[in-house]
């Protein structure tokens, strides 16, 4: 069965950072990029970041440079997320998806981890 | 970066209605537009891929038409199953991969 698992839920101080964790299971981990996107509670949908299975090249959102940094394991067919220097604004739940050039979107995506900031 | 816009942000609608939703963009996408449909507490489904074709599994009472920076995503004959929030979504001028704000279509 082709499905992303993610992380279960953060609870984070300010200023504190958050890793949240992606495995791919059932496919073939570096055929896809896999992107990660946000949504705060009753926001829309931001991207936040991509990284390439295969090489580990990452891109980021302008905005999110410098706090945000993500990572792979490929003997694991995991990637991760690291968001540092948290605030109340980073509370969301973020999503681990899959892009699939041959639809030109995201097919595939995790069930959503929910970060929650508060002191 | 592109800037995606949607209309209207919300719509009543009734089972068995046809609903249209709107996106446009700030520049040129050609066809690189996606239209997603997300439910509350769960992750967004692909619906429309390259702005007409209809992703595998995906009823045919939706399409999408559209090219250059206007957009549209159309029910025909709406079903309980269809009230949710749509996004559209470019993969024109990447990254960033910018959504638009969304689309609510609840119950009259």
């Known amino acids: 069965q082709v499905q992303l698992v993610q992380s279960g839920p953060e609870v984070k101080k300010p200023g504190a950072s958050v890793n949240v964790s992606c495995k791919a299971s059932?496919?073939?981990?570096?055929?896809?990029?896999i992107h990660w996107v946000r949504q705060a509670p009753g926001q829309g949908l931001e991207w936040m970041g991509m990284i390439n299975p295969h090489g580990g090249s990452t891109s980021y959102a302008q905005r999110l440079r410098g706090r945000v940094t993500m990572t792979r394991d490929t003997s694991t067919s995991s990637v991760y997320l690291e968001l540092s220097s948290l605030t109340s604004d980073d509370t969301a739940v973020y999503y681990c998806?899959?892009?699939?050039?041959?639809?030109?979107?995201?097919?595939?995506w995790g069930q959503g981890t929910m970060v929650t900031v508060s002191s | 970066d592109i800037q995606m816009t949607q209309s209207p942000s919300s719509l009543s609608a009734s089972v068995g209605d046809r609903v249209t939703i709107t996106c446009r963009a700030s520049q040129t996408i050609a066809h690189y537009l996606n239209w997603y449909q997300q439910k509350p507490g769960k992750a967004p489904k692909l619906l429309i891929y390259?702005?007409?074709s209809l992703q595998s599994g995906v009823p045919s009472r939706f399409s999408g038409s559209g090219s250059g920076t206007d957009f549209t995503l159309t029910i025909n004959s709406l079903q309980p199953e269809d009230f949710a929030t749509y996004y559209c979504?470019?993969?024109?001028?990447?990254?960033?991969?910018?959504f638009g704000p969304g689309t609510t279509v609840d119950v009259k």
């Open positions: 390259a702005a007409s």
């Open positions: 059932g496919y073939t981990f570096i055929t896809y990029y």
């Open positions: 979504q470019q993969s024109y001028s990447t990254p960033p991969f910018t």
């Open positions: 998806a899959t892009y699939n050039a041959a639809v030109i979107g995201f097919d595939m």
